[in-house]
């Protein structure tokens, strides 16, 4: 044992004077390539994954998605929801861990990142409903059939159909927080609980 141990530090440093600086330099510059391939808001939005998808693309019916969003929209929500001054019920406490510049890269990450709609299987009769109520009351500012955003104006259209209801609802109860021009709001305010419905069937479902 004794004899090996001794015999097996000279080897090893031999070996060593030989190749660890190859080795230490490969390692080095394999850290270097996989941090290369991350951008800092890529890394910051690993904390959002888990409710917004790992690109911004929601899962679930009740997470909207944030893909491709006007970056100017996302930062201003994203300080909105930090200050308190936007309605939520969990971005407002999760932002308050974030600066301004880690608000600024995020937004940046999603802005580049691609849309892709819910999939939601709507019910033909729905859709048709619904198209008809955008056509005489959202289509004026949510163009496109919901497509068009800007930094005033998120995507609606192929958004998740839970959190559409939600935002929509909210908006008609004039819940504090929740902003919207006065015209957004009255058209919400004339549809009854079915072309509510019948409005998210026809936005979640368009691609
Ligand atoms: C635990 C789930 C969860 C996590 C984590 C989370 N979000 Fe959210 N996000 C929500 C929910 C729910 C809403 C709707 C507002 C609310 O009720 O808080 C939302 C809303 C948003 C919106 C507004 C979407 C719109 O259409 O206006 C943006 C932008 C956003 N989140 C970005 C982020 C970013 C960036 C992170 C990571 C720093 C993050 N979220 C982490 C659940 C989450
Ligand atoms: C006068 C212009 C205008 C009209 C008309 C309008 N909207 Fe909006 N809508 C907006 C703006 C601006 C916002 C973003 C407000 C904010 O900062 O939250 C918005 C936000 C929304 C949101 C929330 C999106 C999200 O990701 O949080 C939904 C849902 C929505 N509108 C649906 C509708 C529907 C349905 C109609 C028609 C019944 C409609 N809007 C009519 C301007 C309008």
């Known amino acids: 044992m004794a004899v090996d141990a001794v015999t097996a530090g000279p080897t090893w440093r031999a070996w060593c004077a030989r190749h660890c600086l190859l080795l230490l330099v490969g390692f080095l510059a ?3 390539q996989a941090s290369e391939g991350f951008t800092e808001g890529e890394i910051l939005s690993n904390g959002c994954g888990g409710c917004h998808g790992h ?3 929601s899962a679930a019916a009740s997470m909207p998605s944030i893909a491709g969003f006007d970056r100017r929209y996302t930062a ?3 300080r909105e929801f930090r200050d308190g001054s936007r309605h939520s019920t ?3 406490r999760l932002m308050v861990g974030y600066t301004v510049p880690q ?3 995020l937004a940046s990450y ?3 990142q691609t849309w892709e709609g819910s ?3 709507a019910e033909p009769g729905k859709v048709e409903q619904g198209r008809r109520i955008h056509e005489a009351l959202c289509e004026q500012c949510h163009e496109d059939s919901g497509r068009y955003q800007d930094r005033d104006m998120p995507r609606v259209a192929g958004q998740q159909p839970e959190y559409l209801i939600i935002q929509m609802q909210l908006r008609r109860a004039g ?3 929740m902003q919207q021009p006065n015209r957004m709001r009255e058209a919400l305010l004339s549809l009854s609980e079915a072309e509510v419905l019948a409005m998210a069937h026809y936005l979640a479902s368009r691609d």
Do not use: K, Q, S
Request: proline share 0%; aromatic share 8%; hydrophobic share 40%.
């Open 90 to 92: 969990i971005m407002g």
């Open 76 to 78: 201003r929500v994203l």
């Open 103 to 105: 608000i600024n890269l």
């Open 175 to 177: 819940t504090e927080g």
């Open 119 to 121: 999939g939601f299987r």
């Open 110 to 112: 999603y802005a580049e």
């Open 55 to 57: 690109t911004g693309v």
């Open 30 to 32: 394999g850290t270097l």
